[in-house]
């Protein structure tokens, strides 16, 4: 049984199933990333990206066989006092490190990037034509080929040596798992490298730890790639956010930063008024500390949320309160990530 | 073209020196500019029938393949040759343009019916001079034509459009009649195609099956063959689910190293397993029939199906990837009772109603309200059937389908040699064989029938991460950032 989602789960807090999903492959609107901060498993956004609906939605009816959790109503999940003492048994050994950086890249599209590039180097410091190389789309195969042209000499191997020892060598002061599994997960001469049933056995893990573990291990080679300048960093540097948020979204929140108006905004940039206004609301939700809430949300439509809604922000009802229902849904939710986030905190 | 030029090709690229049945005899056909049907039986090395005229001929030659899989399983093992002149297209977008760019260098181009029935696709291939069309699994022309893969209708008229290069027609399993609808559906005459046909027989391949009464006795009986059958094996299973079930269950209740193999695992996984049964790491997979389409292993010893297969020509496929050496082998099928449904459901197609078809015809309607199966009928559509011819086409090949699996269950259940009714499918004459099936050697489990188990290679454990770096990198140990070897090429 694969306890993944034991984690995403909680006792007090019944979660939408639906949100858990599209946190876990990535599936980013405004009101999957709202609820994922009031859950508070934002850091989890894209951490399966290979699952689907189908697999995670066999892992709960699992989970739920075993007595470990319930689906109450609408869709929601929630663990069970036995799916409590189960989790205090048998704590997860595996706590991640590196999920701060959630927002960094595709860590799917990375780690298959940097297992390719690695493999093209290993097999090449083989002198070895004769190999099958990761398949991998094809669009990211010439990424991977155009790299290996501008960066394959003599001292690619060396460098790529010296790069990695310095990435492990990190990994290693983390964890100590961290640099086997990624040097057993490495393609190349002669190493296919392990599954991840094999990672599991090899490093003691249930498959739930080790689907949390690769995917740290993804986001740590990513934020390395962030902050130095090897070869492999340099293929990977180009799949790497600048910013939580993407750039269009934070060109729209550097222009509302900027004083201009939602409606100025919306008219320079000839987007929809809501597109300006759910890209705000995603910034509300990855970067609160850079959001200037007052002029976002003018003082006496502050004041009257202040009146109208206490208590726990994921039970407020929303009922419009002047003639535009959607800037008052906007006001509304902007306050909750606020009064949100401050709970969170 | 001289036989001593093909034998020099044969050995500096594949490093053989001898052909095997049939092949030469194809490729001197093909070499001399004439359409080939060649019929050989799996293990036959069909793939060399294509790949060695692509280096005596000036242009590309252009495959079509109906899986995805099987084509990636053709190109690994040209990349394994050490050829990199191989394009694969696939996808859509900004690959599909950065593919097509690059067509003319490309000595192997595979592709599968659908994206040849894109005009971008074929207007870039118009202008590739291609040397050969290749159609491999071409009874899928047949087999799948009329309702699972309409597109296999269009490659007459692609073949038209791309100047009726010279054509080869592959494939493993195709009784006479398929033979004759192969042609008709590529627009040949028999005139016009040299045919090359060997028998189906695979002498080397051991036939045996179970009818048992449950899924637990099956289960049972399951682990005793794997443990008790030497060397690499394939367990085929009708769902990916089950697959990855029986992989951790098996995996459980012996000391094998197992894996399950299914299109929806990450890509990496895919590649890993593969690789690791090629070295021998992994003994047993447990896969849904998308494994092993072309798989390049010629030591799998047995080939187990969990599930009823729904043709032959399936299953004669499937455990034709056992014995490719030429030795010991075996295939063994399990079947319980209500295992007939499970291929029923896999085989049948709902037509939608007529009225609904019409309106979708007609433009009044989204063509989504066909159902589940709506891009299928939609191929239809488009190609201005009427509900009516469509009935017929569908209602012809569901009798087709349902003879079909009832022949397989037969088999299952027979009580006379299993080759011969094989060969008796195929249309072939009988023939007298030692090791033939468990009709004639009930006890076959109980002797020594298959070679032993090679050694199973175990990957190196607690090595340091920097050990196993430097290995991969190839450095000298003393020396951190040269190459130990870079000197001694």
Redesign the interface.
């Known amino acids: 049984m694969n306890t993944y989602l034991l984690r995403l789960c909680s006792y007090r807090q019944p979660r939408r199933i639906r949100v858990i999903e599209n946190v876990l492959t990535s599936h980013r609107t405004v009101a999957n990333l709202f609820w994922a901060q009031q859950y508070g498993i934002l850091e989890w956004l894209g951490a399966r990206r290979q699952a689907n609906q189908d697999q995670l939605d066999f892992e709960l009816r699992e989970l739920q066989a075993a007595g470990l959790v319930e689906v109450v109503a609408d869709n929601q999940v929630k663990l069970t006092t036995t799916g409590v003492s189960f989790q205090e048994e048998q704590p997860p050994v595996y706590e991640p490190a590196f999920y701060s950086w959630y927002w960094l890249a595709n860590t799917k599209v990375a780690f298959l990037r940097f297992l390719l590039g690695f493999q093209v180097v290993s097999e090449f410091s083989y002198h070895n034509r004769h190999y099958v190389p990761l398949n991998i789309s094809f669009a990211e195969q010439q990424q991977v080929k155009s790299w290996f042209n501008h960066f394959g000499s003599d001292h690619l191997v060396g460098d790529v040596n010296a790069e990695l020892q310095l990435l492990m060598n990190s990994l290693e002061s983390e964890d100590e798992r961290l640099p086997l599994a990624l040097v057993n997960q490495l393609i190349g001469h002669g190493q296919t490298g392990w599954t991840l049933d094999q990672l599991c056995n090899h490093l003691q893990l249930n498959v739930a730890d080790g689907i949390t573990l690769t995917h740290d291990l993804a986001l740590a080679i990513c934020a390395f790639s962030r902050a130095t300048n090897g070869p492999l960093a340099c293929l990977i540097k180009p799949l790497l956010s600048a910013t939580p948020l993407s750039p269009s979204n934070w060109r729209t929140f550097k222009m509302v930063s900027s004083g201009r108006t939602i409606t100025e905004v919306a008219r320079q940039r000839r987007l929809k008024v809501s597109t300006v206004r759910e890209h705000l609301l995603t910034a509300a939700i990855l970067m609160p500390q850079l959001l200037n809430w007052d002029q976002l949300l003018p003082i006496k439509v502050r004041q009257y949320l202040d009146q109208n809604y206490q208590g726990p922000v994921t039970e407020w009802q929303f009922a419009s309160w002047s003639a535009d229902s959607n800037a008052d849904f906007f006001y509304f939710r902007l306050y909750q990530i606020l009064q949100g986030s401050q709970t969170n905190e | 073209m001289n036989d001593a030029k093909i034998y020099e090709v044969l050995k500096q690229h594949f490093g053989y020196e001898h052909f095997r049945d049939g092949q030469l005899a194809t490729i001197k056909a093909l070499l001399a500019g004439k359409n080939t049907l060649a019929i050989l039986p799996t293990g036959g090395g069909k793939s060399l029938l294509y790949q060695l005229p692509a280096y005596l001929l000036p242009g590309p030659v252009l495959v079509v393949s109906p899986l995805i899989s099987l084509m ?1 399983d053709q190109v ?1 093992r040209l ?4 050829e ?1 002149r191989v394009l ?1 297209l ?2 859509g977008g ?2 599909r343009r ?2 097509l760019s690059q067509l003319s260098q490309a000595k192997f181009i595979f592709a599968s019916p659908e994206l040849l029935a894109n005009p971008e696709v074929v207007r870039a291939l118009q202008r590739t001079k291609l040397s050969l069309l290749t159609i491999d699994e071409a009874h899928c022309i047949s087999q799948w034509g009329p309702d699972f893969r309409p597109e296999y209708l269009l490659l007459k008229q692609l073949r038209h459009e791309l100047d009726d290069p010279v054509t080869l027609l592959l494939t493993a399993t195709a009784t006479p009649r398929v033979r004759h609808d192969i042609l008709t559906k590529v627009g040949l005459s028999a005139e016009q195609v040299v045919t090359i046909v060997r028998s189906v027989n695979r002498p080397n391949i051991f036939l045996a099956a179970s009818e048992l009464a449950s899924s637990d006795e099956k289960q049972t009986t399951l682990l005793k063959l794997v443990t008790t059958l030497p060397g690499a094996g394939i367990v085929y299973f009708a769902s990916r ?1 089950l697959a990855t079930q029986m992989a951790e269950w098996l ?1 459980e209740n012996s000391t094998l190293a197992v ?1 399950a193999y299914h299109a ?1 695992m ?8 593969q ?2 049964f090629m ?1 021998n ?1 992994l003994q047993l997979i447990c896969a849904t029939s998308a494994f092993g389409m072309g798989i390049d292993k010629d030591d799998i010893r047995f080939v187990i199906h969990y599930h009823l297969p729904t043709s032959l020509e399936n299953y004669v496929q499937e455990i034709g990837r056992a014995g490719r050496d030429g030795q010991q082998s075996a295939a063994v099928l399990l079947y319980a009772p209500g295992d007939e449904q499970l291929a029923r459901q896999l085989t049948t197609t709902e037509l939608p109603p007529a009225g609904l078809y019409q309106k979708v015809q007609q433009g009044q309607a989204d063509r989504r309200v066909l159902g589940p199966d709506y891009e299928l009928f939609d191929f239809y559509i488009r190609h201005h059937y009427s509900i009516s011819q469509l009935r017929e086409s569908f209602g012809k090949r569901q009798s087709q389908v349902a003879w079909q699996l009832h022949q397989m269950q037969k088999y299952a259940s027979l009580t006379s040699c299993r080759r011969q009714f094989i060969l008796a499918y195929f249309g072939e004459s009988t023939v007298e064989q030692t090791d033939c099936c468990d009709i004639d050697e009930p006890g076959w489990l109980s002797k020594p029938l298959l070679p032993p188990r090679k050694t199973t290679v175990v ?1 190196k ?1 607690n090595e340091r ?2 050990t ?8 000298d140990k003393e020396s ?4 130990s070897n ?1 000197d001694k ?1």
């Open positions: 990636q690994d990349h394994r040759n050490g990199k694969m696939s996808g900004q690959d950065q593919q689910r995996r894996a929806g990450p890509s990496a996984e895919r590649f890993r397993i690789q690791q070295d790491q990957p454990k991460w920097d196993q770096l430097q290995r991969l990198l190839n450095l951190n950032f040269h190459f870079l090429q």
